[in-house]
């Protein structure tokens, strides 16, 4: 199928280029709106939302709000979300929608309807994916980010200690058995990103927590991408002590794809502090990234 | 901590005593919207689900509202949800939001608050939560329900072939290694559960596929749940092949717990045909389940 849209992996390598890959967060959890002196609300959500676009347009390229605090005020907590995700894009901002959505069937093919089809109300650029239901189970919203021109990242492997159990768990029978569970959703998304048609990246990503080490989860960061390699969401850079200095020993094949996420370290400005705190890191990560290659 | 609410398990126990055990889903896809001569919009979604909420009530007296179908017209998509939970409450049923959330930290916590806290837009009486990043990670909102008088579902095992590989896969280390996946999830809440004040079942459940063989997902159904056994919703009755005569086969010592989730059989039926559907397959799963006892 030839798309008439831009594909996400070619979008994200343009964001790249231009404005580098810091993405910044937009998490209005109580906490953070009591500092910024907004109200624990739909409206303080909204304000916070707003703000941290305006803060980031032109100075990064990427933000990554978390649905789950905008969830939370319901209805009106969507609409905020909705005004949110709007002003955005229309900055010029890829969206990535921390929303870490799983089902099978037609229900999650109407989470990828949600957040991915061009025209809905949550229209994001991207959104995150669990597959504890398999990666199969996925495939729908991976086909609608494919022809949509949009992305999807998968969880993969996830920074809190809590996950090593089930991420590190051995398949025991399929096509991937012996590989960790992590391992086999990586290998899951390159085999279907190879087979779609020719991108800067592939449509399909992955969540790589940046303060692992990726090895322990079974995973060769060595190993060749050749086609369409999955971008890797990677939180935990800034507060959470990943440095964008070892990106290339953390992530080896997958470096060219890495987007830095930072959430906590920027936020903390507070608003009036936040544009300038924008600015200075995402000079910061572009210059380390000039350094590295 | 001593609760001044009912618990979840207490609840639940005497809705399965006052009007059995039928869970009706409450599924508005959009091939269904049609066939009810419904819009595909967030209308269209709001009579569907208030009209299973009036067709269940007095005739079952459990709903699962799948949040997938509504999140999907965005805000006003939760204003519809925000009425048919309002609605399925005041008519006395016990709703389950079937949401499959998962995340860590502030933002599994704010699922939780989403979902489970009372006075909440989107106040239910227990959600689906899924623990791809570990039983650890969703620990916040497993207090809540508990303190709460709410419920939680965790996946363990689900009933979509591709879900095998990761549900089954075994974990390498820490006091679950040698265990599948699925059973280490089981252990950690039943663990939960059993660490809680007593309660006819415990507030934490599973989410286990009722047309599995949980053998061989490395499940002991012949282990003794002695105290807050976990209650589990199951999919998989009526258009999908599982029996209520099976299900003390099927789910061994966990039987008394299981909720029988029904959708796409009853909600065929069509608007006209709903309540006599409910009233009917209600009176069946009542008199099977009387006949096991």
Known sequence: MTSVVAAFGDRLAGVFADRGRLCVGIDPHSHLLESWGLPVSASGVREFGLAVVDATAGRAGIVKPQVAFFERFGAAGYAALEEVLAAARAAGLLVIADAKRG?????????????????????????????????????????????????LFVLAATSNPEAESIQKAVVQSGPRAGRTVARAIIEDVTSFNRAQSLHAFGSVGLVLGATLDLGSFGIDTAARVELNAAPVLAPGFGHQGAKVQDLARVFGSLSDGVIVSESRGLLQAGPAGLADAVAKRSDEVRALEAARR
């Open 103 to 151: 089902d099978i069937g037609t229900s999650v093919a109407a989470y990828g309807e949600t957040w991915l089809t061009p025209g809905s109300p949550l229209e994001a650029d991207a959104m995150t994916i669990a597959a504890f239901q398999g990666v199969g189970s996925i495939e729908e919203p991976m086909r609608l980010a494919e022809s949509a021109g949009k992305g």
